[in-house]
């Protein structure tokens, strides 16, 4: 068994997560400026067994496509381009950005560590990737 990648994409900033070997817990690969994100996960899937990589699906409140995606459909597409051997998962990231930032409160961090962008975009990415792993492990049953 691989692991799952999520990448949460923004214009600036990519915060990319991870899975253990098992797909159990979801952690923090990191924070890489956006046009940086597609070489990390080329080395990354290098070295390491990788089964799929979520990009997040930002999505309006009425399920709309965000304009953001005009940004990701390339993204994708450059994606599964240089790394064909993994399939590339579209899945809803709504309010990933806003439940970071409220459990950053509630985790007590201090306001200088919540204004940290990178630290959003990487919480997010968590968020984002423990939200799949839910949601594929209730699909299964």
């Not at 797909?23 to 923090?28: D, L, P, R, W, Y």
């Not at 509630?106 to 919540?114: A, P, Q, Y």
């Not at 997010?124 to 209730?138: A, D, G, I, R, T």
Request: hydrophobic share 40%; charged share 25%.
């Amino acid at each position: 068994m691989g692991r799952i990648i999520a990448v949460d994409f923004g214009k600036k900033r990519t915060g990319i997560a991870v899975t253990d070997p098992l797909q159990i817990i979801a952690g923090v690969m990191g924070t890489f400026p956006t046009q940086e994100a597609i070489p990390v996960l080329q080395q990354y899937t290098n070295r390491e067994q990788v089964d799929e990589i979520v990009v997040g699906h930002p999505a309006m409140l009425d399920g709309s496509e965000s304009p953001t995606m005009e940004l990701i459909t390339p993204f994708v597409r450059k994606l599964t381009q240089l790394i064909p051997q993994i399939p590339v998962v579209l899945y809803d990231e709504r309010f990933t950005s806003r439940i970071a930032f409220r459990s950053m409160v509630e985790g007590g961090l201090k306001k200088s560590r919540r204004s940290d962008k990178a630290m959003i975009d990487q919480v997010s990415s968590v968020l984002l990737l423990q939200s799949y792993l839910e949601w594929k492990k209730s699909n299964k049953e």
